[in-house]
């Protein structure tokens, strides 16, 4: 009788110091790698230590690099990604690691709020929140980039962050143009400041590596362009917004 199909997977374990440890896990029908890493720690290793939440592709946190690529694992299925039956699991890069596959977020968030992340409106709790036109230019621009759920998969596959710590990041920027495109956000000139300052998008080489593997098909590139028109329009306009 022939033996089931098997997996050969290896694991970063440890942090920063630490190093890959191989696996064996049974290849099964539907499998995801976020399946892998999970049967492989209920089975054989208690003590590996991952992120995961709602498991369908919405929260994000189970973002891993596989096989070289940074992924969602719940949505990466193992015939998709490791045809040989291998598949090599690291945490996100250009971020600091705790212990095996989880890294710290925080350099990333930091970022995003250095950006200017978070919305600011004109009016109180108590005041209904201003209509935006659906049909202007404006709006559509934020509306392409407003689904972002800041799992870092961009900011891991972005080679500037890799060659420059402090340069801002994809999602950071990608939060800045929807935040500039809101008529409503009166922060907008702080926004823009914040981009255009060191580690600002003027670094961005255009590779593109954000927009090719957002798991939502958001374009980073898009923003990061969109934020350099508008910082070279308001510099020509001598500093007006």
């Known amino acids: 009788m022939a033996s089931p199909p098997k997996l050969d997977v290896r694991i970063w374990r440890g942090a920063d110091a630490g190093g890959f440890v191989a696996y064996e896990a049974p ?3 539907n499998q995801t790698v976020l399946d892998v890493v999970t049967w492989i720690q ?4 208690p003590a590996l230590a991952y992120r995961f939440a709602c498991r369908v592709g919405v929260c994000g946190s189970c973002a891993m690099t596989v096989n070289g690529r940074a992924r969602w694992t719940c949505r990466s299925h193992v ?3 490791a045809a040989d039956g291998r598949l090599v699991i690291e945490p996100l890069r250009n971020l600091p690691r705790i212990k095996d596959l989880v890294c710290d977020l925080a350099p990333f968030f930091d970022k995003w709020r250095r950006a200017g992340g978070r919305f600011e ?8 929140m201003p209509a935006a036109d659906p049909a202007t230019d404006a709006r559509r621009a934020a509306d392409a980039g407003i689904e972002c759920i800041n799992c870092a998969v961009c900011y891991s596959a972005c080679d500037v962050v890799g060659w420059r710590p402090d ?3 994809p999602a950071a920027f ?3 143009w929807t935040l500039v495109n809101d008529e409503r956000h009166v922060k907008a000139r702080e926004v823009l400041d914040a981009v255009t300052a060191g580690g600002g998008c003027a670094l961005c080489h255009t590779h593109g590596n954000c927009t090719e593997h957002c798991p939502v098909g958001i374009s980073p590139t898009a923003a990061i362009a969109g934020l350099k028109r508008r910082s ?6 001598g500093g007006r917004t």
């Open 27 to 29: 290849l099964a029908e």
């Open 42 to 45: 209920r089975h054989l290793e």
């Open 79 to 81: 015939k998709d990604v």
């Open 121 to 128: 409106g004109a009016g109180t709790r108590r005041e209904p």
């Open 167 to 169: 340069y801002l990041g």
């Open 174 to 176: 990608n939060r800045a």
């Open 232 to 237: 070279l329009r308001r510099w020509r306009r």
